[in-house]
């Protein structure tokens, strides 16, 4: 992985986003996960929704997805919606900048329970706007499959998670 290699993966996924383009693409590793996600929080325009362990790690610590998901919450009439497996409070980057935010983020807890695929592999997932997902089915490797222009998955995503979501009756107070 050179940086001429990722910086052509990001051209490729901006053209994707920029052109709404209804296919299927996919990455692995920190990198590449990042240039997605950047993505999606750039072109999102309403609300967010992620589903992942505990939002600590080298990729929602990084300079460039902190500040893209700023940026989508400096827009007015915005929501962030995340439902995490456990609550790593200490040393969370993510959730120190999302504090700023009470009225535009809600997060909330399953207590260890995770959305699995049909081999009943853990997935974290993060969809926009109910147009773009990135889901990621091998959560080591950050392997994952991408599109920033497909409803019927955003939908079937979404749906899952609004009623895990809403099944969950605490929501977790950032300070």
């Known amino acids: 992985m050179t940086q001429e290699n990722i910086t052509e993966y990001q051209k490729a996924v901006e053209y994707y986003a920029a052109n709404k383009i209804n296919t299927v693409f996919y990455n692995k ?25 505990n939002l600590n790690n080298n990729v ?9 998901i700023k940026k989508f919450l400096s827009h007015d009439n915005v929501e962030l919606l995340i439902l995490v497996s456990e609550i790593k409070r ?39 706007d109910e147009y773009m997902y990135r ?8 392997r994952a499959s991408c599109n920033l222009n497909d409803t019927t998955i955003c939908k079937d995503l979404s749906d899952s998670f609004m009623q895990a979501y809403n099944q969950i009756r605490n929501t977790f107070i950032l300070k």
């Open 29 to 53: 590793g920190d990198q590449y996960a990042t240039v997605v996600f950047d993505t999606i929080f750039r072109y999102a325009e309403r609300k967010i929704l992620i589903a992942a362990g």
């Open 60 to 68: 929602t610590s990084s300079e460039k997805y902190l500040e893209s």
């Open 90 to 128: 200490e040393g969370n980057k993510l959730f120190d900048l999302l504090s700023n935010y009470p009225d535009k983020v809600s997060i909330k807890c399953s207590d260890g329970r995770m959305f699995t695929n049909s081999n009943h592999d853990i997935i974290h997932f993060c969809v926009a």
């Open 135 to 142: 889901i990621e089915n091998d959560t080591k490797e950050r």
